[in-house]
């Protein structure tokens, strides 16, 4: 699988907040399969969603990568800036019968479910054209009935039944914005990405990703999904979970932290090493087959949230 291409891998945050322990360990990990495999690495910022960004964490982000020495060849590029791309996408899908205008509110998919669930399957209401004296708000891709298989390179076979498991799903918003699952598989396509090597929290959204890939007639790229940092409540980083930023005064105990979460070797004296040391020494000795293959991993206590003085 793409043995072929010259490597071509990428990270792709979201500016929501400064890069936390999880997001160094997905920039990492994408780094160094990249740069061990003699390949090209891309830094795209997926700022799509501006109520969810905070001012500045782009810079932020992109500033904290150049300070671990993670330098990314090509301009990043800003997907703010690329709804044209995203535009024509829906128009090519529209035109091949495959997207259509859907009036359902979250509530009204909601309440129509048997079981709860906070992903409630999409039954198919506006499928067929909308219901009378409905006004279209978001734009639906279809599924069908097959099963989307891929094989990971560290988590082996997955496999999905759209239809069963997720329903049509949303391209553009009711809001307007565009839909992650758009953006990434117009730009990984636009960027010739050949390896994703991200987190495990998104393995699930891969089989819609390649349902797309195969729409738009796009290559699909190999993924290796790394496992997720979380806490001790078993959630993810992140914003929501008050992660604190990477402190920029011990970047090298950080990578440290961040390579032994990643099972990989590190040299006998960590201590003398210097950042860029360690970065080559890393890099020369990436080794996949040591990889976590569990889907999370508890984060170093200084990663997770400081505990709240009562
Ligand atoms: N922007 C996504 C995130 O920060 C990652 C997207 C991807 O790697 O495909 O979770």
């Known amino acids: ?108 998919i909601a309440d129509g479910q048997t079981g709860s669930s906070s992903n409630p399957v999409y039954p198919g209401t506006c499928r067929n054209g909308l219901p009378p004296g409905r006004t279209a708000r ?58 994703v090597v991200r987190g495990s929290d998104l393995l699930d959204s891969t089989p819609r990703q390649i349902h797309l890939q195969q729409l738009l007639g796009h290559p699909e790229p190999a993924y290796l999904h790394l496992p997720v940092a979380v806490n001790a409540q078993q959630e993810k980083l992140g914003k929501q979970t008050f992660a604190p930023a990477i402190p920029e005064q011990r970047k090298t105990a950080s990578l440290v932290q961040a390579l032994r979460f990643l099972n990989q070797p590190l040299p006998i004296l960590t201590a003398a090493i210097d950042l860029p040391d360690l970065l080559t020494w890393a890099i020369a000795h990436w080794d996949r087959s040591a990889l976590p293959v569990q889907r999370t991993r508890t984060a170093p206590t200084g990663f997770q949230r400081e505990a709240t003085v009562p």
């Open 138 to 195: 978001a734009m639906r891709v279809q599924v069908y009935d097959r099963t989307i298989g891929f094989q990971d390179v560290l988590q082996g076979a997955i496999s999905q039944q759209l239809n069963r498991d997720v329903g049509d799903f949303v391209l553009r918003r009711a809001d307007g914005l565009y839909a992650y699952q758009l953006a990434v598989v117009v730009d990984d396509a636009a960027q010739r990405i050949t390896h």
């Open 1 to 108: 699988m793409n043995d072929a291409q010259p490597y071509r891998g990428r990270f792709a945050p979201s500016p929501t907040g400064p890069l936390h322990f999880g997001s160094l360990v997905a920039a990492l990990g994408s780094y160094l399969d990249a740069r061990h495999h003699h390949g090209s690495w891309l830094v795209r910022m997926e700022d799509l969603d501006p109520p969810r960004e905070i001012p500045g964490a782009a810079d932020q982000i992109l500033h904290t990568l150049e300070a671990f020495g993670l330098e990314w060849d090509e301009p990043v590029q800003y997907q703010s800036r690329r709804s044209a791309c995203y535009e024509a996408a829906l128009a090519q899908l529209q035109q091949s019968g495959h997207l259509y205008d859907c009036a359902c509110t979250r509530k009204e």
